[in-house]
């Protein structure tokens, strides 16, 4: 069962983005390990809040340009 972990800053991306991250990486399964495994691909979007880890060395946040609308 293919299991896709990503991690992304909150707010970064839209219900609408994530849904299709969902479809395309479950594609990209299905390319690799035949239909079969369309059922068990499991993509897991993990919302990391502002200030829950460092980049370069220093807390990060989301800048607002970046931010979902």
Known sequence: M?????K???AAL???QKTEIGHRLTELMVEYFSEA???????L????????????DE????????RAE
């Open 45 to 56: 979007i993990e919302e990391v809040r502002d200030g829950g880890y460092f980049r370069a």
């Open 59 to 66: 807390l990060f946040v989301l800048p607002e340009a970046y």
């Open 2 to 6: 293919p299991f896709i972990n990503i």
């Open 37 to 43: 495994v369309r059922p068990h691909t499991m993509v």
């Open 8 to 10: 992304t800053p909150e």
């Open 14 to 16: 839209s219900t609408a």
